[in-house]
């Protein structure tokens, strides 16, 4: 593998690094480390937009070294979905990257991430991985699993001292917070709201699949859960909270693959709003995205 380190820089005089291999991860991050610097870790799998720049921006206020990753985990993708169409364009996260204030960027190719015979997979049980995303009959626990042992891989390569991950995948952050503190892994997991368009349809590479008329029915989703969030505050019970949700839905054709209740840190269903933070989750196709959101019901902070 060529080891040439290729530092990017844009017209406004920003410049990123780009590491490809583990050895230069390491070997960058050596003297920072040993000077004591506060590093924070961005993890992505690129064709950033707003919703990345938020992490990025929240990375760089916090911590003295920012590095973001950039790869696209083959392994939290199952058969038949979008890993060949994910998509891409390096170049403009490099750009965008650099104008974030990201000190490196590590971008390795896949084979450097999981070489020959790579043996080792990090598996987070129970409820967190079973239900919403998690359901067989979903994306099922192996997405779970990859997107856990890459992360984990990620925070061993890195080290860094905070994590930046986004609120849009709630179920993955909740899995992220469980394997971090089941494996002593020594790093502060922060989650930052969902970031969204004007319009209230939630930041995501994949909106880059809506044709204009299924991105006018996309907006369907943040109402739903608008719709539940406002029932569930003004004392309905949760079934009838989501039954308002899925008219909203309805109203757009879109059937959920679900839209449910549960509580924010264990994911186990609710029926009552209740003490706990409540996390209503919706996941769909509309046309040819599968799109998700989610909606924080905390009774303690209305
Ligand atoms: P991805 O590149 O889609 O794997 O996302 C990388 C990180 O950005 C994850 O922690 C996501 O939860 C977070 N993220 C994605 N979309 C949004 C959004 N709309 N608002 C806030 N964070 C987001």
């Given at each position: 593998m060529?080891?040439?380190?290729?530092?990017?820089?844009?017209s406004n005089d920003a410049a990123v690094t780009v590491l490809r291999a583990k050895a230069q991860l390491r070997a960058a991050l050596e003297r920072p480390r040993r000077e004591a610097v506060s590093i924070g870790l961005v993890p992505t799998m690129g064709y950033l937009h707003d919703g990345?720049?938020?992490?990025?921006?929240?990375?760089?206020?916090?911590?003295?070294?920012?590095?973001?990753?950039?790869?696209?985990?083959?392994?939290?993708?199952?058969?038949?979905?979008?890993?060949?169409?994910?998509?891409?364009?390096?170049?403009?996260?490099?750009?965008?990257?650099?104008?974030?204030?990201?000190?490196?960027?590590?971008?390795?190719?896949?084979?450097?991430?999981?070489?020959e015979g790579f043996a080792t997979t990090v598996e987070v049980r129970g409820p967190l991985t079973e239900v919403l995303d998690g359901d067989p009959a979903r994306r099922g626990a192996a997405h779970f699993r990859g997107v856990a042992t890459v992360v984990a891989k990620l925070l061993n390569s890195v080290g860094p001292d905070v994590a930046y991950f986004g609120q849009k995948d709630a179920q993955q952050a909740a899995v992220i917070r469980r394997m971090?503190?089941?494996?002593?892994?020594?790093?502060?997991?922060?989650?930052?709201?969902?970031?969204?368009?004007?319009?209230?349809l939630a930041m995501s590479s994949r909106n880059a699949y809506l044709e204009p008329?299924?991105?006018?029915?996309?907006?369907?989703?943040?109402?739903?859960?608008?719709?539940?969030?406002?029932?569930?505050?003004?004392?309905?019970?949760?079934?009838?909270?989501?039954?308002?949700?899925?008219?909203?839905?309805?109203?757009?054709?879109?059937?959920?693959?679900?839209?449910?209740?549960?509580?924010?840190?264990?994911?186990?269903?609710?029926?009552?709003?209740g003490e706990r933070p409540v996390l209503v989750a919706v996941a769909a196709r509309v046309g040819a995205a599968r799109l998700i959101d989610n909606v924080l019901i905390d009774p303690a902070n209305r």
């Open positions: 060529d080891l040439e380190l290729v530092t990017r820089e844009t990345h720049a938020s992490l990025l921006r929240a990375a760089r206020a916090e911590c003295d070294l920012v590095v973001m990753s950039l790869f696209v985990n083959p392994t939290q993708f199952g058969p038949g979905e979008d890993l060949d169409r994910y998509p891409r364009d390096e170049e403009r996260d490099l750009r965008l990257a650099a104008e974030a204030g990201v000190d490196f960027v590590y971008a390795p190719p896949v084979e450097e991430v999981y070489p971090v503190a089941d494996l002593d892994i020594p790093v502060r997991i922060e989650v930052l709201p969902i970031v969204r368009e004007p319009d209230g008329a299924d991105r006018e029915r996309g907006v369907a989703l943040s109402r739903a859960l608008a719709a539940v969030r406002d029932a569930a505050l003004a004392g309905a019970p949760l079934a009838t909270a989501l039954a308002a949700g899925r008219a909203e839905l309805a109203a757009a054709a879109i059937e959920p693959e679900y839209l449910e209740a549960c509580d924010a840190e264990t994911l186990e269903q609710r029926s009552e709003l």
